[in-house]
């Protein structure tokens, strides 16, 4: 038995917890003198992680920072990653390494241009939250479904705080209509076992991310399924808003063996590469049948999309919602003077784009001149 074996057998103890799995174990023999660890905890410079002997800290190396050029390349909440030990005895320990990321869950980095922020990796289940209460919004279901499908991970719809709802079967006949085929979990303070649906997603080495709006029982949720309170709670505001209780992502191994990760409270969030065709499957049925197949949906005769919305087999909310995801895909990640570059370059599209209607400006403003 050579040494990598040895050392697979001694880290699958602990790892394996984490939700390093055999793949994860190849990967890691192709970077012979490191050590295979979790990311799961991140801070403003520092990384905790999950290794063979326990967690502790860590950073990434000189060479690390100068090679990487983009936000999303950084250590996120749930890689795997490689260090140069398995402690910190001797100080931080040194990520060298971000192995492959199976799944990546995305949004558009605050106050940066072309950047995306990692808010979870390597995700088997996404748990779309949303709470019964004002924060149910059908448009930031679809904002978040088209997110997930996009990431890698099966998305779950959790419904928290049913028993604040007054007619529960409208709001799964809604969700139904917008979500079809997607698995749904309604959850009730009233019920403390009603969180227990989760686990089926939760099985031992599985990893699953909570995301949602603030206030919408994340945290809760997984104290409960953890069985103490390991995540700090706050009440809602008297305006239905919930406060940010979480701060930072964090990742978390339930006493069932499931691993978790809470982020942050997101109530909005720019997308960037969501994949439409799964979160509007009904309007990506109709666009095959319309005449044309470049058609925008807008005006052209023989648009399949605008028959059925005319015909009330399509929701004029769920037509704007596809439109606006559309276009935020387009301009996400650009700088202010990019986006409106592009919005009037589709303003003036049909008069040969920005560039010919900035000429056709000037010379119009000649002619008056000479008037």
């Given amino acids: 038995m050579n040494q990598f074996k040895i050392d697979q ?71 795997f990653v490689m260090t140069d030990r398995s402690g910190d005895s001797s100080g931080n320990a040194i990520i060298h390494q971000v192995l492959t ?55 779950v719809i959790v419904l928290t705080k049913a028993d604040l709802c007054k007619d529960l079967d409208v709001v799964m006949a809604e969700i139904g209509a917008v979500a079809p085929g997607t698995d749904v979990a309604v959850t009730s303070g009233s019920d403390n076992c009603s969180c227990d649906r989760l686990l089926s997603w939760l099985r031992p080495g599985m990893t ?51 691993i978790v990760i809470d982020t942050p409270g997101m109530r909005e969030f720019g997308v960037e590469n969501v994949d439409l065709t799964r979160s509007f499957t009904d309007i990506d049925a109709l666009t095959e049948l319309c005449r044309f197949r470049d058609c925008t949906h807008t005006s052209e005769p023989g648009c399949a999309v605008l028959r059925a919305l005319e015909e009330g087999r399509l929701d004029a909310r769920r037509l704007e919602s596809y439109r606006k995801l559309k276009r935020e895909a387009k301009y996400d990640g650009l700088s202010a003077k990019e986006i409106e570059t592009e919005k009037l370059n589709a303003m003036f599209e049909k008069a040969g784009g920005m560039k010919n209607a900035r000429k056709y400006l000037r010379e119009n403003d000649k002619r008056k001149r000479r008037k």
């Fill in 208 to 258: 699953a991310s909570f995301v949602g709006s603030s206030g919408v029982g994340k945290s809760t949720l997984i104290n409960r399924l953890a069985g103490s309170e390991v995540l700090r709670t706050s009440e809602i505001r008297q305006d239905d808003k919930g406060r940010h209780t979480s701060t930072r992502r964090e990742l978390l191994v339930l006493p069932q063996g499931g």
């Fill in 101 to 155: 990321r199976k799944s990546v869950f995305e949004r558009a980095a605050a106050g940066t241009a072309r950047q995306t922020q990692i808010v979870a990796a390597n995700v088997d289940t996404l748990f779309l939250c949303m709470s019964l209460n004002n924060d149910y919004n059908l448009s930031r279901l679809e904002r978040y479904l088209s997110a997930a499908w996009s990431s890698g991970a099966s998305p």
């Fill in 9 to 79: 057998t001694n880290e699958q103890n602990l790892l394996v917890r984490y939700g390093a799995d055999p793949g994860r174990f190849a990967e890691a023999s192709m970077y012979p003198g490191l050590h295979l660890a979790r990311v799961v905890s991140q801070y403003k410079d520092l990384y905790r992680i999950a290794t063979s002997e326990g967690e502790c800290m860590a950073e990434i190396s000189g060479k690390f920072r100068y090679g990487s050029f983009a936000l999303s390349q950084y250590p996120a909440v749930g890689d």
